[in-house]
Nanobody, 124 residues
Framework: QVQLVESGGGLVQPGGSLTLSCAASGRIFGPNVMAWFRQAPRKDRDFVAA????????YYADSVKGRFIISRDNAKNTVYLQMNSLKPEDTAVYYCAAAYYSGASRRPGAYEYWGQGTQVTVSS
């Protein structure tokens, strides 16, 4: 079993920055891919960014490209999401996800494990 614990959410003004962290534990070998998704009220869970654990290849949704950066620390089994130039439309619950058996995907169904979510609110 894998546990994913997110941290770093909060309230930030438009144009501000925030960094989310997600620590994975409970399994000896690292995941194949880790990703961030987000879900706003009454909307579907949307892909934000993903990183291939071994190659460090990254993938981004068009809506965050150039503003968000996903990175990982293999030694700590932790993935980060640095969010810059935040907009009110970035407001959502952000979820960390891990895939051990599939490649990078924008589909939530490709990920076996999920964190509990952390709220990010962008408002003045």
């Amino acid at each position: 079993q894998v546990q994913l614990v997110e941290s770093g959410g909060g309230l930030v003004q438009p144009g501000g920055s925030l960094t989310l962290s997600c620590a994975a534990s409970g399994r000896i070998f690292g995941p194949n891919v880790m990703a961030w998704f987000r879900q706003a009220p009454r909307k579907d869970r949307d892909f934000v960014a993903a990183i291939h654990w071994n190659t460090n290849t990254t993938y981004y949704a068009d809506s965050v490209k150039g503003r968000f950066i996903i990175s990982r620390d293999n030694a700590k089994n932790t993935v980060y999401l640095q969010m810059n130039s935040l907009k009110p439309e970035d407001t959502a619950v952000y979820y960390c996800a891990a895939a051990y058996y599939s490649g990078a995907s924008r589909r939530p169904g490709a990920y076996e494990y999920w964190g509990q979510g952390t709220q990010v609110t962008v408002s003045s």
